[in-house]
């Protein structure tokens, strides 16, 4: 949708932000503003304002203390990869884009953390703690081009999870810029820390909605000596999901397990050519890291498990060059359905793990009942699936149909005990599922926070839930 504003509120605001920013880098013009309209959501935009590329913890404070002050809502971006619609502008909003806000602040080895503004991307943040020997873990399939800022912001997940956790579990510490614009530190290098309300669990995740990271601290971990990459092949979907049962059953926390469906692997290996079997129903990529008597002990568990729930082949990667390239196929899975179809509608729900071979098969027959195209890829081992709607947001009647099996899978998702997103957030995206997922009382809890720290609804306003 565009929304047109007079030319005079547009050289009002320009002039206004002209006293904070130098002018080149405060954009209006339609040609510049455009690629800020959208995230990686689609069928979901809308131009804002304006936009302002801020570079350091003065500017953003200055820039928010002005929003507020004129009740401008503003919107923060980081490099707009976002599956849920959160860094999509509201109506008459000025989009603050932090990804040139940009360094690298300190590598602390004794105490093994990493100072970071927001606009460092996930992939520098890995390849600086491997130089150094250490192991920062998350990594969403989006690493190379995501910020720091925004996986922080939606405490984004990645394919190292089942064993590591998710992006929550690596902060320590963050500098935020409150809706008011005054600048607050949260958290310290200390391992224990139980002064006061846990503020980072609260600004953590919280979508742009009640703060703006401007630095942020992260703890490492040293890098494991060894790791094994397994491929595991099923004509059978079910067997697939029995063998991360049985797998987390023995028990074993690889940290990987992965699954693509046939249609998945069909459109990765259009793209990516790895050698994924075509002619199987579903895949498991699992990989086991730490020392290397463990690892080997646990590979040689996980592949004899695989064959005992049904898996017709189980290839165990030969070299370093072998496990990468099976990795970034499974990290290319989006990218690879996205180009089959003119509009990818990306579902991010997570069932408990027992309930894992049933979600599956019920999305499976919601894709013949409804005559739609859904590839399924996920960390299975997180209970976290990735239906993905092959679509085209232009064909009306097609679009209703995936509407009301979107609809469907969040129903079936709530009433297994899962959650409406493991990983994405709700943003727009989400919003009106919210309640069903979580219940009233806790959308109502969130809605009080939101008012105490925002009472002008500045921040990324209409996201998660209207207030
Ligand atoms: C191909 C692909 C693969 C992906 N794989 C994964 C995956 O495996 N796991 C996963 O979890 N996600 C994944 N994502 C989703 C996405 O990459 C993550 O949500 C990521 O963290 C978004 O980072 P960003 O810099 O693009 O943030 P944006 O999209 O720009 O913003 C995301 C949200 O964070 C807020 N925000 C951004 N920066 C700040 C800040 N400094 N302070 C406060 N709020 C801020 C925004 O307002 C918005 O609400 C994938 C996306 C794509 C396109």
Redesign the pocket.
Known sequence: MVIAFPMSDLTKIFGQLAVILPTERILTAPEDIIPYSF??TAAISQRPLAVVLAINTDEVSRIVRWANETKTPL?????????SG??VPTVGSVVLC??RFDKILELDRRNLTMMVE?GVTTQTIYDLADSAGLLYPP????MK???I??????N????RGLKYG?TKNYVMGFEIVLPNGDVMWVGNKCVKDVAGYSLREVFIG????L????KILLCLLPKPAAKKTLLAVYSRMEDAAETVSAIIAHPIIPCTLEFLDKTTIACIEDFAKVGLPREAEAVLLMESDGHPAVVAEEAEIMARLAKQQGAIDVRVAQTTEESLRLATAR?SA??ALARVAPTTILEDVTVPRSELAGMVAFIQALAKRHNLRIGVFG?MGDGNLHPTFLTNEKNTEEMHRVEIAFQEIVTETVRRGGTITG???V?LAKKKFLPESVGGLNVEVMRNLKRLFDPNLIL?PG?MFDC
Do not use: C, M, Q, W
């Open positions: 995230d990686g919107v923060t971006r980081g490099t707009g990869t976002g599956l959160g860094s932090l990804a927001p990594d969403p399939g989006s081009i995501s910020t800022g925004g996986n922080v912001a939606n984004s997940g990645g394919l998710v919280s979508e742009g909605t703060g703006i990271f401007t990290r989006f990218s960390h990983e994405h957030g943003g990324n996201k």
